[in-house]
C-alpha cells in the first residue's frame, strides 16, 4: 500500500548544485503537486499538475522546474539551489473530477538544506 | 498575509483537558479539510466539509463549518498525548479542485501525560 512515494528523505546542497526531487504515487491520480513546508507558513505550492503532459506554476514557483511525462512520476528539478530554498518538500496527489472535494494524500516529504 | 489565519499558533495543555482551534479567512471556501500531521511525516486527512454551519464528529473531535462558509473550528474533547501534532486546515476555493487547496499556518497541539 505505497500510496505517494518521495525521495530522497534528506539531502545537503550547496549554493549553485542542482538536484531532482522524485515523486511517484501508484493510486492512478490525475491531479499531482509540490508543496513546501517552512516554519509558520504553512504549506505553499509551489507546481501542480492535472495530468501527463500538463503542469501549472502555484503560488511559489521560482527556481523550480516539474515535468509530467507519466501519471505515476511528478518529479520537482532545483536548477541552481539557493539557501532560500532550504525547506522541507511534501509531494501530494488527489483524484479530479466533480464532485471530489480535492482531498489529497501526501508523501513522508524531503528535507533539503542548502548551504 | 495568509488567506487562511489559525489560532493559535501553539497550544500545550495536561491531558484530559478540552481545547478548540480556530480557522478563519475573509474569503468563501466551498469546502474547508482538517489534516494533522506528525513529525516527520506528511499531512493526514481528517475531515472535509462542505456546507455552511456543518458540523461533523469524529470520536472525540468535532469539526464545525461556519455558516458564510468563512471559518472553520476543531474542538478537542478530553485531549490525550496520541492527539499531540500540527493541525492544518485547508479551503477549496472552487467545488472539488485540489489545485485552488490553501493551507493554514498551523497549531502545534501538545497533549502532556
Known amino acids: 500500500n505505497a500510496g505517494v512515494t518521495q525521495t530522497p528523505k534528506f539531502q545537503v546542497l550547496k549554493t549553485g548544485q542542482s538536484m531532482t526531487l522524485q515523486c511517484a504515487q501508484d493510486?492512478?491520480?490525475?491531479?499531482m503537486s509540490w508543496y513546501r513546508q517552512d516554519p509558520g507558513m504553512g504549506l505553499r505550492l509551489i507546481h501542480y499538475?492535472?495530468?501527463?503532459?500538463?503542469?501549472d506554476q502555484g503560488e511559489v514557483p521560482n527556481g523550480y522546474n516539474v515535468s509530467r511525462s507519466t501519471t505515476e512520476d511528478f518529479p520537482l528539478r532545483l536548477l541552481s539551489a539557493a539557501p532560500s530554498q532550504t525547506s522541507v518538500y511534501f509531494c501530494?496527489?488527489?483524484?479530479?473530477?466533480?464532485?471530489?472535494?480535492?482531498?489529497?494524500?501526501f508523501g513522508e516529504g524531503s528535507r533539503l538544506t542548502v548551504l | 498575509t495568509q488567506l487562511l489565519e489559525q489560532s493559535p499558533q501553539f497550544l500545550s495543555i495536561q491531558e484530559g483537558e478540552n481545547l478548540t482551534v480556530y480557522c478563519n479567512s475573509s474569503?468563501?471556501?466551498?469546502?474547508l479539510q482538517w489534516y494533522r500531521q506528525e513529525p516527520g511525516e506528511g499531512p493526514v486527512l481528517l475531515v472535509t466539509v462542505v456546507t455552511g454551519g456543518e458540523v461533523k464528529k469524529l470520536k472525540r473531535l468535532t469539526f464545525q463549518f461556519g455558516d458564510a462558509r468563512k471559518d472553520s473550528s476543531l474542538h478537542i474533547t478530553a485531549a490525550q498525548p496520541g492527539d499531540t501534532g500540527l493541525y492544518l486546515c485547508?479551503?477549496?476555493?472552487?467545488?472539488?479542485?485540489?489545485?485552488?487547496?490553501?493551507f493554514g499556518s498551523g497549531t502545534q497541539l501538545t497533549v502532556l501525560p
Open positions: 485547508a479551503g477549496a476555493l472552487s467545488s472539488g479542485s485540489a489545485r485552488q487547496l490553501t
Open positions: 474569503s468563501v471556501f466551498s469546502s
Open positions: 501530494a496527489s488527489s483524484r479530479t473530477g466533480t464532485g471530489n472535494t480535492g482531498e489529497l494524500f
Open positions: 493510486m492512478n491520480h490525475e491531479y
Open positions: 499538475s492535472v495530468g501527463a503532459g500538463i503542469t
